[in-house]
């Protein structure tokens, strides 16, 4: 069983940057995508950003590229969001997930391919 736990939320102002982590216990964190997603008030959860096993493939979603940035420490077992620029349209609980793979280049997009949730960290951007 693997849990993560998000950290790094918090309300800013248009402009200003926040940096998410999530911290991975259990499993294997090296063989893991790693995945962060989005759910708005009134909205459903979208995708944000993922990274592959190997740390060398990432894909975002059109609305956040150029401005977010995924890392992550296999070391660590942590894996980073770094958002520049925020928007108020970024408003959101950001969610850390995971799921185990073969692949060491894969990343997914769609969130049922997530075995592994956090619990969400808000991200409050004001105008």
């Known amino acids: 069983q693997v849990q993560l736990v998000e950290s790094g939320g918090g309300l800013v102002q248009a402009g200003d940057s926040l940096r998410l982590s999530c911290a991975a216990s259990?499993?294997?964190?090296?063989?893991?995508?790693m995945g962060w997603f989005r759910q708005a008030p009134g909205k459903e959860r979208e995708f944000v950003a993922a990274t592959s096993w190997s740390g060398n493939s990432a894909e975002f979603t059109r609305s956040v590229r150029g401005r977010f940035t995924i890392s992550r420490d296999n070391t660590k077992n942590t894996v980073s969001l770094q958002m520049d620029r925020l928007k108020p349209e970024d408003t959101a609980v950001y969610y850390c997930?995971?799921?185990?793979?073969?692949?060491?280049?894969?990343?997914?997009?769609?969130?049922?391919?997530?075995?592994?949730w956090g619990q969400g960290t808000q991200v409050t951007v004001s105008s």
């Open positions: 997930a995971a799921t185990a793979t073969t692949s060491s280049e894969s990343t997914y997009r769609n969130e049922y391919e997530y075995t592994y």
């Open positions: 259990g499993g294997i964190f090296s063989m893991y995508v």
